[in-house]
């Protein structure tokens, strides 16, 4: 699998085995970052321009994961003449679908781009009114906080009010809305999202973290989702 997957990257990037000695753990890892980190987008967006560099091929770690993925898997085991107890140990053919499917997804539109929607229309409500909260827990709502907020939503459509208290209420109301008509995966972007907008600021206090553990109890999401998202944000694509 390790030849077949320098081989994409090769390719992918035209230099020959003396110059590229690719770190495939940390190639792979930057689909992570993808999933965790929203592309940023200070202007209105464009809709003809998201995610275009997607439409006809695979971004390459997404190629390179599959790969190794597939390396894994009882099939190739299988194809490869292993003995039948290595071929048990291997992923099957639904876990394997299921690895890819997820990884695929950071190419299909997100709730932030559909604009017809009725759910992505919710969805981006609750974000804008965590956005505010979090952003605002310490007291004031940093500038970079802002930006993050607009880079998710668009410049328009971020509008801050100045009693809080209705965006506080606002949440609760539609949290409980979302947890009824989102499926999990939404809410856990929910959730990755406003932990964007905590992090902008490069600090993430404790007060904006408790408004992020209710926001993802008010979910249904394991907060675990937060640590894995900051973590992802630490170490952004090249």
């Given at each position: 699998?390790?030849?077949?997957?320098?081989?994409?990257?090769?390719?992918?990037?035209?230099?020959?085995?003396?110059?590229?000695?690719?770190?495939?753990?940390?190639?792979?890892?930057?689909?992570?970052?993808?999933?965790?980190?929203?592309?940023?987008?200070a202007?209105?967006?464009?809709?003809?321009?998201?995610?275009?560099?997607?439409?006809t091929?695979?971004?390459?770690?997404?190629?390179?994961?599959?790969?190794?993925?597939?390396?894994?898997?009882?099939?190739?085991?299988?194809?490869?003449?292993?003995?039948?107890?290595?071929?048990?140990?291997?992923?099957?053919?639904?876990?394997?679908?299921?690895?890819?499917?997820?990884?695929?997804?950071?190419?299909?539109?997100?709730?932030?781009?559909?604009?017809?929607?009725?759910?992505?229309?919710?969805?981006?409500?609750?974000?804008?009114?965590?956005?505010?909260?979090?952003?605002?827990?310490?007291?004031?709502?940093?500038?970079?906080e802002?930006?993050?907020?607009?880079?998710?939503?668009?410049?328009?459509?971020?509008?801050?009010?100045?009693d809080?208290?209705?965006?506080?209420q606002?949440?609760?109301?539609?949290?409980?809305?979302?947890?009824?008509?989102?499926?999990f995966?939404?809410?856990?972007?929910?959730?990755?999202?406003?932990?964007?907008?905590?992090a902008?600021?490069?600090?993430v206090?404790?007060?904006?973290?408790?408004?992020?553990?209710?926001?993802?109890?008010?979910?249904?999401?394991?907060?675990?989702?937060?640590d894995?998202?900051?973590?992802?944000?630490?170490?952004?694509?090249?």
């Amino acid at each position: 699998m390790e030849p077949a997957a320098h081989a994409l990257l090769k390719i992918a990037s035209g230099l020959g085995a003396g110059v590229i000695k690719p770190d495939l753990a940390a190639f792979t890892s930057q689909v992570d970052a993808l999933h965790a980190t929203p592309a940023a987008c200070a202007d209105e967006r464009d809709e003809d321009f998201v995610l275009d560099c997607f439409d006809t091929h695979p971004y390459s770690p997404l190629r390179v994961r599959a790969l190794l993925a597939f390396g894994r898997s009882q099939a190739f085991a299988r194809a490869t003449g292993a003995p039948a107890g290595q071929i048990d140990k291997g992923i099957d053919n639904d876990e394997l679908e299921r690895l890819v499917e997820h990884d695929l997804s950071v190419m299909e539109p997100t709730y932030l781009e559909d604009k017809t929607e009725e759910t992505s229309a919710l969805m981006r409500r609750v974000l804008f009114c965590a956005g505010v909260c979090v952003a605002a827990a310490n007291g004031e709502i940093a500038p970079t906080e802002l930006r993050a907020l607009r880079a998710l939503l668009g410049a328009k459509n971020v509008d801050i009010p100045d009693d809080l208290s209705v965006i506080r209420q606002e949440l609760t109301d539609k949290m409980v809305e979302a947890k009824a008509k989102v499926p999990f995966a939404g809410r856990a972007q929910l959730v990755q999202h406003a932990t964007i907008v905590a992090a902008a600021d490069g600090v993430v206090e404790a007060r904006e973290l408790t408004v992020l553990f209710d926001f993802a109890e008010g979910l249904g999401v394991d907060p675990v989702v937060i640590d894995h998202t900051l973590a992802g944000a630490a170490a952004p694509m090249d």
